[in-house]
Antibody, heavy 115, light 103 residues
Framework: QVQLVQSGAEVKKPGASVKVSCKASGYTFTNYAVHWVRQAPGQGLEWMGWINTVNTKYSQNFQGRVTITRDTSASTAYMELSSLRSEDTAVYYC??????????WGQGTMVTVSS | DIQMTQSPSTLSASVGDRVTITCRASQSISNWLAWYQQKPGKVPKLLIYQASSLESGVPSRFSGSGSGPEFTLTISSLQPDDFATYYCQQSTHFGGGTKVEIK
């Protein structure tokens, strides 16, 4: 079935970087963009960026700290966030873009930033 | 930057009630608006895309309507499984969410 499977939970110290993976299966990976969305504890959804065949675009809220890449041979997208601070503690989701919406979501990856 | 404002932020309702949630954009936008349902600790689920198209597998009691800048999500008869938080989304912008609670 169509699914996105993300890497496991991470605990990082302030100032470090984290890289989360998102492996797609059940569909042609290159036909769809992959977006990254995060959700801090008790808060709403925040879009971070996306990648498709030729483009990447990032939210200005993360400019310079987030990098999204993909390995088409592995049907996997990656999101790396650097210079982590406590406010980056959140669940990070990847999601497939279709019809200007996010129709398939990964299970989420909890990233905890703590000294 | 576009702001998506949902109202109300919290809604108390009973099983069987008709529920309407509104999403207003700060500027005129296309009809590329989506609605999601999220339960505590769970992944968001797409309900409606392109303002009024029902995602496959979503019960028909959910419907979307409207055009830029104001859109609505309607649950025609609230069911126990529908108590959750609902988000609207246009492009890279999400609304703040509407929590539907048991009255």
């Amino acid at each position: 079935q169509v699914q996105l499977v993300q890497s496991g939970a991470e605990v990082k110290k302030p100032g470090a970087s984290v890289k989360v993976s998102c492996k797609a299966s059940g569909y042609t990976f290159t036909n769809y963009a992959v977006h990254w969305v995060r959700q801090a504890p008790g808060q709403g959804l925040e879009w971070m960026g996306w990648i498709n065949t030729v483009n990447t675009k990032y939210s200005q809220n993360f400019q310079g700290r987030v990098t999204i890449t993909r390995d088409t041979s592995a049907s996997t997208a990656y999101m790396e966030l650097s210079s982590l601070r406590s406010e980056d503690t959140a669940v990070y989701y990847c999601a497939r873009g279709a019809n200007a919406a996010f129709d398939i979501w990964g299970q989420g990856t909890m990233v905890t930033v703590s000294s | 930057d576009i702001q998506m404002t949902q109202s109300p932020s919290t809604l108390s309702a009973s099983v069987g009630d008709r529920v309407t949630i509104t999403c207003r954009a700060s500027q005129s936008i296309s009809n590329w608006l989506a609605w999601y349902q999220q339960k505590p600790g769970k992944v968001p689920k797409l309900l409606i895309y392109q303002a009024s198209s029902l995602e496959s597998g979503v019960p028909s009691r959910f419907s979307g309507s409207g055009s830029g800048p104001e859109f609505t999500l309607t649950i025609s008869s609230l069911q126990p499984d529908d108590f959750a938080t609902y988000y609207c989304q246009q492009s890279t912008h999400f609304g703040g969410g509407t929590k539907v609670e048991i009255k």
